[in-house]
């Protein structure tokens, strides 16, 4: 007796086990969950992917968003914008530079600039004689400066009014230097200028370096050789089974998006849609790149680094991109499910808007698919995902995004690869099965990658490797590699399968 009341418990758990894999399973896809890769620098650039694309860009180190300090030569002084902006004075007068001394440049032509402040306000100039001020919310002809530069980081500046800036002995920037300062004179006219941290290489950046013509070139030959039928072919042969493509919100206006983006991208998403369907994968549209920019990144092509998303206007207009991309989209047989957006950034972007913001895209998806997943991104820094399930975002096919990386912390510097390992069992897991045991989304890693803080050798990447796919391979909706291609090459799946560093 004793031997049968075991079967049948044992018979039990197994069908409680089975019932509750079958509940945890995503629809439509082979295998029941998502084995996938995303298709990032496809259709929103981000240029460490694929550096050659901004290639032949004159001053391409001068891009929108490039952080720019001047320090007079006269005066040995940097130029400030007092209170970061708020004051709307400008001095010739600090010794040493940070934030307050620092200008986020927007790029008309490739000599012509405007000047942003750490507070938001851009230098402006009523014209010859005048003194320049940070009082202006947007930029226009007062606002328009050219940067004329030597080969040894000298430069002038001249404003849109025809004189040349110089410090003035009260210490103001003043539009009023008479004739053309020589750059090796050392006057009050000549600055020396000075770049602070990386700069934005994303789609506004390339757009709006090259200029119309050639940008509209270098994408359109991009969009159609980067990812191809072939490439599906491959993917699916090797298993993938679903694509996680990054789309701008700047799709919606195809084919003729507002400057400076390029078209082209809408039509390349529909024949990946017709290559899914064709070799039985799926597909997830994220919205990569909201307006405003969610996270000031070059991957959501913010412009200059500032995160303006939260603004009514920019949440509305990405609704109405979330809403364009369901109507398209929401009865396609290839479509799995809509990312709502990519890593809001907190605490710029505060919890409760992103929440109201998910309820409200949720609603969206729904009015035009009733079995789309909706998936909702982790907000990066700090904050907990479980929020997201507190907030009751969803009742159906709701799915929250986490992204995983031992990388962009200090502390994976130091870490041996099994310590690496240890972390992703240890950590990375315990997260995993508390939110797959919660009553609320399922887990879905939608970017991971085999690199880890200190590397190692081709073993120690297929152990890391290996310990990643089991992992990840528990969340509940599955998991997407970042991504299919990548110069960087362990960021790459395709390099990771063909060179044997990752192994299925």
Not at 82 to 106: M, N, P, Q, Y
Not at 433 to 438: Q, V
């Amino acid at each position: 007796m004793e031997s049968v009341s075991c079967k049948w418990l044992l018979l039990s758990f197994l069908f409680l086990f089975s019932a509750h894999s079958a509940l945890c399973a995503v629809d439509g896809v082979n295998g029941g969950k998502v084995l996938g890769v995303n298709l990032g620098n496809w259709l929103v650039i981000e240029g460490w992917m694929k550096p050659s694309l901004f290639d032949g860009i004159v001053n391409g180190d001068m891009l929108d968003g490039a952080k720019v300090q001047f320090k007079s030569l006269s005066s040995n002084k940097y130029v400030c914008a007092e209170e970061g902006g708020d004051s709307g004075v400008v001095t010739v007068d600090r010794e040493k530079a940070s934030g307050w001394e620092t200008f986020r440049l927007w790029r008309v032509s490739p000599s012509e600039y405007q000047l942003r402040s750490f507070k938001g306000q851009f230098l402006s100039c009523a014209g010859q004689g005048a003194s320049v001020t940070a009082t202006s919310g947007s930029p226009s002809f007062k606002e328009t400066f050219t940067i004329e530069r030597a080969s040894n980081d000298r430069v002038r500046i001249r404003h849109s009014s025809g004189r040349y800036l110089q410090a003035s002995s009260g210490n103001e920037l003043k539009a009023d230097y008479v004739g053309t300062p020589g750059f090796d004179d050392g006057n009050a006219a000549i600055f020396e200028m000075t770049f602070d941290g990386a700069r934005l290489q994303g789609e506004y950046q390339l757009s709006n370096g090259h200029g119309p013509e050639k940008a509209r070139k270098v994408l359109t030959e991009h969009m159609n050789s980067y990812i191809t039928r072939e490439d599906f072919q491959y993917l699916s042969q090797h298993g993938i089974n679903t694509v996680r493509i990054p789309v701008g919100w700047w799709i919606t206006k195809d084919p003729n998006p507002p400057a400076p983006y390029v078209g082209g991208s809408l039509a390349t998403l529909d024949n990946a849609f017709k290559w899914a369907q064709e070799f039985g994968m799926k597909c997830i549209i994220d919205l990569h790149a909201a307006p405003g920019s969610q996270n000031g990144m070059d991957h959501s092509s913010s412009r200059d680094g500032f995160i303006d998303w939260m603004k009514s206007d920019n949440i509305q207009q990405s609704l109405d991109a979330i809403e364009f991309i369901a109507s398209k989209y929401g009865s396609d047989p290839a479509l799995l499910g809509i990312q709502l957006f990519n890593e809001p950034h907190s605490p710029e972007v505060p919890l409760d808007t992103v929440l109201n913001y998910y309820k409200d895209g949720y609603n969206v998806v729904r009015k035009h698919s009733s079995t789309a997943y909706v998936i909702m991104s982790q907000l990066i820094g700090p904050g907990d995902p479980a929020d997201i399930y507190k907030a009751n975002t969803g009742k159906r096919n709701v799915v929250l995004d986490l992204h995983y990386y031992n990388l962009f912390d200090d502390k994976f510097n130091n870490m041996s690869t099994q310590e690496d390992i240890d972390f992703l069992y240890n950590t990375r897991k315990t997260q995993m099965d508390s939110l797959n045991a919660a009553d609320g989304p399922l887990v879905f890693i939608g970017e991971w990658v085999n690199e880890f803080g200190r590397g190692g050798l081709q073993e120690d990447y297929q152990n890391f490797g290996r310990s990643q796919l089991d992992v990840y391979g528990s969340a509940s909706f599955g998991w997407a590699y970042w991504s299919f291609k990548n110069v960087q090459q362990h960021w790459s799946l395709q390099w990771n399968i063909n060179n044997n560093y990752l192994q299925f």
